[in-house]
């Protein structure tokens, strides 16, 4: 899939928006993933807009929600000063960002406490694209929800992928096609989405490892028992056992290309976080191309020290496992 590259584009002294990813609480490490764009960004003078979301409000304006917090954070990032603008649209809106000096950067506030951003509602779609010249999807963990700030601006600006959005896509692209053999999908959690992700991903997995609670979502029935290894609980049901531990590890041995999505089971608690720390190892040292994602994944990656044994960790959970199952994702088709 070609996406059209910010590289490509004179952004020099234009007025940009760019969709982030800013749902993050005191952890901000999510946030230097934007840094490359960023860097680009202001080395090209821009008229700087940056939007994002921050937990559900479902359309009201709730004070533990606002961005206001993040606009310094964002400010240490790009070694610049991030001013904040406590609304989205309106003619206030419109006329702080004409008055954008070059270089100069904008956040607004929490695109989420207006409805019509979930609603993809056109004529907010329209209001937003006005503020700048270019858009660009810097927030590939939101790319599958098809929202007003992912598919809606696009319509009406000259758009483009981020740098880090262009990577997660390489990566993800490395397992669809002609990834090495066997691909090898360890998945766990407890999320019921998932369920329906592991059907579909017998396409492209050679074997799939599920553990967590998602057994426990299939009862009795394995849809596809040659491709599909459904790992056993310990009674508290809080972990696999050693028994699925062995025959996990045995896969990941074989694989040449492995996706991780979960955690094994309750890995923050020391009792409960064997499965995850063996497996998690067994794929670390393994030589296979490695890519894992979620926000659970991505932590117990961290605290077993084994980040850099990875060779992909994606921002996204949800977008990660819908771009595998389809190939695209809402906020991919919007930039083509």
Known sequence: MDLPKLSNVDVV????????????????????FAEETLDYLVSKNTRLILIGHKGRPEGEKIPELSLAPIADVLGGIVGEKVNFFHDIVGYEVQKRAKMLGEGEILLLENLRFEKDEEENNEVFSKDLASLAE?????????????????????????????????KEVEALNRVLVSPKK?????????????VEYIRSFTTIADKILVGGRLPLLFGEENPDPDKIMMGQLIPDKEDITLNTIDKFKREI???????????????????????????????????????????????AITEFGLNERFDWISVGGGAMLEYLAKGTLPGTEALK
């Open 253 to 299: 041995t074989k694989a040449g290309t492995i996706v991780v999505a979960g955690v094994q089971g309750k890995y923050e608690d020391k009792g409960h976080r064997q499965g995850s720390l063996e497996v998690f190892n067994a794929i670390a040292a393994s030589s296979a191309f490695k890519v894992a994602g979620g926000g659970d994944a991505e932590a």
């Open 182 to 194: 066997p691909v090898v999908l360890v998945i766990g959690g407890i999320k019921e989405d998932k």
């Open 13 to 32: 002294g234009k007025r940009v928006i760019v969709r982030m990813d800013l749902d993050v609480d005191e952890d901000y490490t999510r946030l230097e």
């Open 134 to 166: 270019i858009y660009v999807n810097e927030a590939f963990a939101v790319s599958h929800r098809p929202h007003a700030s992912i598919v809606g601006i696009p319509k009406f600006l000259p758009h483009f992928a981020g740098f880090r959005f262009l």
